[in-house]
């Protein structure tokens, strides 16, 4: 009979150094949050590719016309067109989920223990930082550049880059795996915080304060153990009404609520309000939320423009730069530096190509991407530069992390077939228990 992981003491890192094996727990949490992520990508792109074909096609006025119905209350503030509500509504889901797995990894997995938190925390705001500062060295001087977009490229797109992986490489070691989780959960705790202080148009204290006042309330509720998912549900889609009233863009609600959300076991308790939250919402989030924001983000409408001409605009340009440049060498760099400067080595079945090939998948900025360029532009055509940017980044950065892992697929398989062979059947990987034994 296996074991509850949360329950099994670390076995340490069977294989030391940098990215070497999780623990037993780390794994079985990251394995089942990256399975939920995989689906949810293949949907979103799936949504991705049918925006594109039916904005171009003789289905363009429809579309647009859906995008643009209002729906809800105005005496609420709530009277918001379908495309808003996708964006500020259903990505909220999106952010909630993100903001319990950024929980997780700080208190129960990777970013736990400092020691082991510096390189992925490195690491992400490398690749936020030097994408950024490339977006705007490309724009700053150009004649028709904007540089308000320099928070495009910026975010990672996890589901996207596990669908490329369950492709093409679903026997990259575990705790590359890992790491490209945690640089996806940092890098939308970055951009929500880019979101909120960069990306607003007003600011109400008063309601702003009051949304703050409910997520406390939330806090408090969970702090004293409180059952009831209806009552919370309550309590954070009133606070996320009051975040999109201030003027804050309404998905800081969502996040902050899964920030605020318990993820450790109580004794006797079989899963946390944060395991039980995430397995109901993850799969609204991931088959539902992202894939309808995809359909109504990524629909760009090229009109008289080329592909081409769109792409050659600093915009697009300084998009794709920062996410197939930028990300990668913002990545790898800052985790090699850190490396160099605190004397860890590499695992010894790591190299730093396979590290590469995580960055690159890294420059796979979808969902976040997108919604910051709405926010970011409001004509049509520097926002449809600014998608067409991300759609192109997103998959050059897929392509070169195809050939990269495809390179590599043979000695991770057999690295696999050592890190996941369980002769005696009981749901434990051998690798543990010898750990255990030795």
Known sequence: MAKDPQSEPDSGNGNGGLFGRLSLSE??????????????????????????????SGLAEWYQKISETVIGPEALHLD???????????????????????????????LAKPSKAAVPLAAALGGMILPALLYIGVNVFAEDGRVTGWGIPMATDIAFALAVLAVVGRNLPVALRAFLLSLAVVDDLGAILVIAIFYSDYFNAWE???????????????????????????IVFI????????????????VAAGLLTRVKKDPGEEKSPGDIAEHRWSPISAGFAVPIFAFFAA??????????????????????????????????????????????????HIKWRDVLA????????????????ELAFTDDQTLNAAKLGVLA?????????TIML?????????VAAVEEADEDQDGIPDVYQEDRNA
């Not at 794994?27 to 074909?53: D, P, Q, Y």
């Not at 606070?239 to 609600?253: D, E, L, R």
């Not at 960055?359 to 997108?370: C, E, P, W």
């Open 393 to 401: 980044a997103s998959l050059l950065a897929a392509v070169l992390a």
């Open 80 to 110: 918001l067109t379908v495309s808003d509500w996708a964006a500020d509504g259903l990505l909220a889901i999106f952010f909630f989920v993100a903001g319990i797995e950024l929980k997780y990894e700080l208190q129960l997995g990777s």
């Open 239 to 254: 606070a996320w009404g009051f975040m999109h009233a201030s003027g804050v863009h309404a998905t800081v609600a969502g």
């Open 27 to 56: 794994r079985t949490w990251t394995l089942e949050a990256l399975r939920n992520e995989t689906v949810g990508g293949i949907l979103m792109l799936t949504a991705a590719a049918a925006a594109l074909i039916v904005a171009n």
């Open 406 to 414: 495809r390179s590599r697929n043979r000695y991770y398989a057999q």
């Open 208 to 234: 702003f304060a009051a949304s703050v006042a409910f997520l406390a309330l939330y806090a408090y509720l969970q702090k004293r153990r409180f059952v009831g998912w209806p009552v919370y549900f309550v």
């Open 358 to 373: 995580v960055g690159l998948l890294a420059g796979i900025g979808f969902t976040v991407s997108l919604l910051i360029s």
């Open 299 to 348: 629909g760009v409408s090229l009109g008289d423009e080329s592909v081409g001409e769109v792409l050659a605009s600093p915009v697009a340009l300084g998009v794709i730069i920062g996410l197939v440049v930028g990300k990668p060498i913002g990545v790898v760099g800052t985790a090699w530096l850190m490396a160099k400067f605190t004397r860890a080595q590499l695992s010894s």
